[in-house]
């Protein structure tokens, strides 16, 4: 274990020391400060420590909340296999967010977001259609179109645009 003071530095009121620090523990860096320090000291050692390296995205939030899923299965159930691949992942996402290699990094989100793109937006939908106040969503029960109408008290008959099927609905 490394554990290097960065500038201590006495403050300005009377008091007792404060030190920005950091230490690395099996590879991994931590970085605080003390109460009372001057915190742009802090940020500039984090600002040349994070220089260049690759940061979050959407694949970066997508192995966290992979990590926090498996994470508490692992103490729900026990099984040793499940915390190691949790603990892969978080690794997976520590050394992505760490990496200098920006390009291959933002390829693999790239692949990433294809992927996905079907479930993605598919939720986006879900949450809209949950979410809208003033609209009702329903499925033609023929050609399994999306139709929006607004929403009013009772039943209301919809004709729907792609085929022109006619089908009543409660649109309240
Ligand atoms: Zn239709």
């Known amino acids: 274990m ?5 500038r201590p530095e006495r403050p300005r009121r009377k008091g007792n020391l404060h030190f920005v620090y950091a230490f690395a523990i099996d590879g991994a860096i931590f970085a605080g400060y003390h109460k009372g320090y001057n915190e742009v000291i802090l940020l500039g050692f984090l600002q040349r420590f994070l220089y ?3 940061g979050g995205d959407h694949l970066g939030r997508a192995l ?3 990590y926090l899923v498996l994470y508490c299965l692992a103490l729900l159930t026990r099984l040793a296999p499940l915390s190691w691949a949790a603990f892969a992942l978080a690794f997976w996402c520590i050394f ?5 290699n920006t390009a291959k990094r933002r390829r693999e989100n790239e692949k990433y977001l294809a992927l996905t793109a079907p ?3 598919w939720l986006r939908r879900r949450r809209m259609i949950r ?5 009702r969503y329903f499925k033609c029960p ?3 179109q999306q139709l929006r109408v607004p929403r009013v008290n009772g039943k209301i008959k919809i ?3 792609a085929c022109g099927t006619v089908f009543e609905e409660n649109a309240k």
């Open 159 to 161: 004709t729907c645009r």
């Open 2 to 6: 490394l554990f290097s003071i960065i």
């Open 119 to 121: 479930l993605r937006g």
């Open 52 to 54: 260049g390296r690759y």
């Open 96 to 100: 992505r967010m760490l990496s200098r």
């Open 131 to 135: 979410t809208d106040k003033d609209h």
């Open 64 to 66: 966290i909340a992979a």
């Open 142 to 144: 023929n050609c399994g």
